[in-house]
């Protein structure tokens, strides 16, 4: 499979990071970006480059830890380094959501693809 089955500013960080191989988290995660903008009115993660774009999620989303680096053996990983880590700031930069709505995007827009849930829990949140 390929890494560029979605749109840059809905790809999710693990297919920017070059994983070829993906489930319904890739899906999940652009839903959440795409539910941000229709509550925003505005694109959440308008990236211009796959660097620039991985950026903007890191820094709305909060760095991922080590365990995450360890365990995604992405083959763009070793190539990406923050200059700093991030913390998740989405609370703050979604503070005029509600709060139902701000939960269900941090947790689509959850940086590990495991801990986004599925689509049966966001459609119950």
Same mark, same amino acid.
């Given at each position: ?58 820094? *709305? ?10 365990? +995604? #053996?992405?083959?763009? %990983? $070793? ?22 709505? *701000? ?10 693809? +495991? #801990?986004?849930?599925? %689509? $049966? ?5």
């Amino acid at each position: 499979m390929t890494s560029r089955v979605v749109t840059l500013w809905c790809r999710p960080p693990e297919l920017l990071l070059g994983a070829t191989y993906y489930g319904i988290g890739v899906d999940l995660c652009s839903a959440g970006c795409i539910l941000g903008e229709l509550l925003s009115g505005k694109p959440i993660l308008p990236g211009r480059t796959e660097v620039e774009q991985l950026h903007k999620i890191f820094k *709305l989303c909060g760095s991922p830890g080590e365990k995450y680096w360890k365990k +995604a #053996k992405l083959r763009h %990983a $070793t190539m990406f380094k923050l200059n700093q880590a991030y913390k998740r700031c989405a609370a703050e930069t979604f503070k005029d959501f509600s709060p139902s709505a *701000l939960l269900l995007i941090e947790t689509l827009l959850a940086v590990d693809p +495991a #801990k986004r849930g599925t %689509a $049966t829990a966001a459609l119950n949140s």
